[in-house]
């Protein structure tokens, strides 16, 4: 009965008792272990674990003193008001993402919707490459913004160099993943008109007997319809964005290198080129001051 | 009783009759496979007598000797992409071979492998620098004035800029499967190359990577050049000849070394976007390079069904070099038969060693070549070997009785009435 009748303690109260008794916890055990106490007890060779053990203590120390500050009713408001404002935070992050999921859905829907239209041969005038085209898109308007967020501090310089590389990589993936999806296209309508030409066959009862010849026929097929993809214009666009992706990737990786290479007693690619450009400029020069002078 | 509409019967016959010999031919395939292969490619012995940097000269004397030899050296200048191992694959059908029992004394350039040092190396640097250097030390040591020089593919393309910068030095010049007119949209690369940044390509890479080279020749025809070649090996793998011949051709095609940065940079700028050779507006090491220099004779041939350098590409530069003495010469083949496949074999080189002949007998001395130019018959033939006419089946056998001075009266008339007409 006593229980019911104290008073139900509020949340702000529960966490100040909270923090008040992890305070004594964490002063009990600041105050060092039992045994050799003083300087004079303890032996001299563990000076390092003595400095250590002082590093410890003050980090206790100061952890105590934010955990009591934190544990007045003031400052718990003031937490709380703080994480008040988390679910607003999480939900632009994640506003991002649901649009893009719901975009992918959208591209979903519409391509099962287009698997019944009929495929035309030799053409590759409407390309289905919605859904790895929105993929691109969501990555480059939506989660792009996140990898050129503005760093700061000591490391703020290889910070943007790693994540300029990581976007690179992920530009690169996208475009690979159009290039890839574009070369596989020709298989598939290949395959698609080997089994319209069976049929025809079939029912023509003009199908081969040799297995061979059904090789050649797809074999053929098949190259005539890489001959016509390699012919169009989207065929080339993809193809020299692939190739510019996978340069820009590297060049972003080969900064981070070259960063990296710095700090050790090894030349760089970069020192090495200025090199090389001065052996040829030099050897040019001799060459042409040689040959001025008959001996070349 | 009707025929069935689906031969099934006939169909597993088959099938069973191919498993059968699949079986037996992996048998025998395993046997070949693990026996001594002779796969070695450039076994024609060599000299090197000449060295630059990464640069080699080979010298390859003549089998033979007899009064009927030229006298003038054949330089040949093989491209920047892939080696001039090429034109000496295997003994029997070497290009290489069959100049030396011509008695015709071949040198041939061997650009090596260019490494990050070689980025900066220009067409100039390869033109007026490595080329140049060697045309003179031919000439120093076969104490003559004037050299032949053959370029193939790009090499073929440096020839005629060496060939229009230093006409002096060149008595004949021989193109074969040689880019010079870069607007045709005939074969994929000069589509694909159009779409081509070279500066971030270098800027990335320092040199353009051979294996980045080879990706894309193979994506100019995957079906054929990714799966069709390797379902071929697999029905002949039975076949010691077959299977030492093609492991010879996989060595050479992916032997493929860096092309150094800025020549690759200019050669696509300025050739396959700009097409500026062809309209002798390219500038090479600060001249320009006029094409009606080219005054010496000119023998260009090509292949019909090549796709990376298509009729389309090749045949223009008779028609705009200065020389009064041009032949097109088109090959029923592709880019590669035309020095390896057992046909060409004997159309390539003996059509060469006879083009050379011919024009070897005029020898003269450099002070007196542009004065009888001047009076020379306009020879400007686009001829196919695989239709030859009567004319040249007659100028082949008198040229092997000794007539040639007689045949070229004959040639020289006939075509200047098709000129004329």
């Known amino acids: 009965m006593d229980n019911q009748e104290r008073p139900i303690p509020d949340q702000q109260t529960l966490i100040s008792e909270w923090m008040k008794m992890a305070n004594q ?67 632009n992050f994640l506003q991002s993402g649901m649009q893009a999921f719901l975009t992918l859905q959208h591209q979903a829907f519409e391509k099962v919707n287009s698997l019944n239209e009929r495929s035309e041969p030799y053409s590759f005038d409407n390309l289905d490459q919605e859904t790895l085209q929105s993929w691109s898109n969501i990555y480059k308007k939506e989660i792009r913004r996140y990898f050129n967020i503005p760093q700061l501090g000591l490391n703020r310089y290889h910070q943007e160099r790693v994540n300029n590389a990581l976007d690179k990589y992920n530009l690169f993936s996208s475009c690979l993943a159009e290039f890839l999806q574009l070369i596989q296209m020709p298989f598939e309508k290949t395959n698609k008109m080997m089994h319209e030409k069976i049929e025809t066959l079939t029912k023509k009862g003009n199908l081969p007997a040799d297995s061979r010849e059904y090789y050649r026929m797809w074999v053929k097929t098949l190259e005539g319809h890489f001959m016509t993809l390699f012919q169009s214009s989207e065929y080339n666009e993809t193809f020299s964005n692939t190739l510019a992706a996978l340069e820009d990737y590297l060049g972003a990786r080969n900064d981070i290198i070259q960063d990296m290479l710095q700090t050790y007693p090894i030349p760089t690619n970069k020192e090495m080129d200025d090199l090389y450009k001065e052996v040829y400029l030099l050897k040019k020069k001799v060459r042409k001051l040689e040959k001025a002078n008959g001996k070349g | 009783m009707d025929k069935p509409v689906i031969p099934v019967d006939l169909i597993m016959k088959h099938l069973a009759q191919e498993a059968e010999n699949a079986h037996v031919r992996a048998k025998k395939a395993s046997d070949i496979l693990l026996s001594n292969l002779d796969t070695e490619i450039a076994s024609t012995p060599y000299d090197v007598v000449y060295e630059e940097d990464r640069v080699k000269l080979k010298h390859y004397s003549p089998t033979r000797t007899s009064p009927d030899d030229m006298k003038t050296p054949l330089l040949v200048v093989y491209a920047l992409i892939n080696r001039e191992t090429m034109l000496d694959l ?16 071949l040198y041939m350039v061997d650009w090596g492998y260019p490494t990050g040092k070689d980025k900066f190396l220009t067409i100039d640097d390869h033109v007026n620098g490595y080329m140049d250097n060697i045309v003179d030390f031919i000439l120093k040591r076969e104490k003559v004035e004037q050299i032949n020089l053959m370029g193939i593919c790009m090499g073929g393309t440096f020839s005629i800029i060496y060939a229009a910068l230093h006409p002096q030095k060149i008595k004949n010049l021989v193109t074969t499967v040689c880019p010079t007119n870069f607007d045709t949209d005939q074969g994929l690369l000069h589509i694909w190359l159009k779409w081509m940044d070279p500066d971030k390509v270098i800027n990335t890479f320092g040199n353009m990577p ?129 020095y390896v496949s057992s046909k060409t074999q004997k159309e390539f080189a003996p059509k060469i060693i006879r083009w050379l002949r011919e024009r070897d007998d005029r020898y003269e001395p450099a002070h007196q070549i542009s004065q009888n130019r001047r009076k020379s018959t306009r020879i400007r033939s686009t001829s196919s070997m695989k239709k030859k006419s009567s004319s040249t089946k007659r100028a082949e056998e008198m040229s092997h009785a000794g007539k040639r001075k007689l045949f070229l009266n004959i040639l020289q008339g006939e075509q200047g009435i098709r000129d004329h007409s």
């Open chain 1, 25 to 91: 916890l964490w002063a009990k055990s600041g105050s060092g272990p039992a045994g050799p106490s003083s300087e004079e007890d303890a032996p001299p060779k563990k000076e390092n674990a003595r400095v250590l053990q002082d590093a410890f203590l003050s980090t206790i120390k100061s952890f105590t003193a934010i955990s009591t500050a934190l544990s007045e009713p003031s400052a718990v408001d003031a937490v709380f008001r703080g994480t008040a404002t988390l679910p607003d935070i999480t939900s």
């Open chain 2, 90 to 105: 295997q003994p029997e059908r070497s290009v290489v071979k069959s100049f030396q029992e011509s008695g015709i004394n």
């Open chain 2, 210 to 338: 051979g294996d980045l080279m080879n990706l894309g020749f193979l994506l100019l025809n995957p079906a054929r050049l990714m799966i069709d070649k390797y379902v071929g090996f697999l029905e002949n793998m039975d076949n010691k000849a077959f299977v030492e011949n093609f492991i010879r051709m996989e060595k050479w095609i992916f032997d493929s070394p860096d092309i150094p940065g800025e020549t690759f940079r200019q050669f696509v700028r300025d050739c396959y976007q700009k097409n500026l050779l062809i309209q002798s507006k390219l500038m090479v090491g600060g001249r320009r390079v006029d094409l009606r220099d080219i005054k010496m004779p000119l023998l260009n041939i090509y292949a019909q069904y090549d796709h990376l350098v298509p009729p389309g590409a090749a045949e223009k530069i008779t028609s705009v070099v200065g020389s009064k003495d041009t032949e097109n010469v088109c090959l029923d083949t592709g880019h590669i038969g035309i």
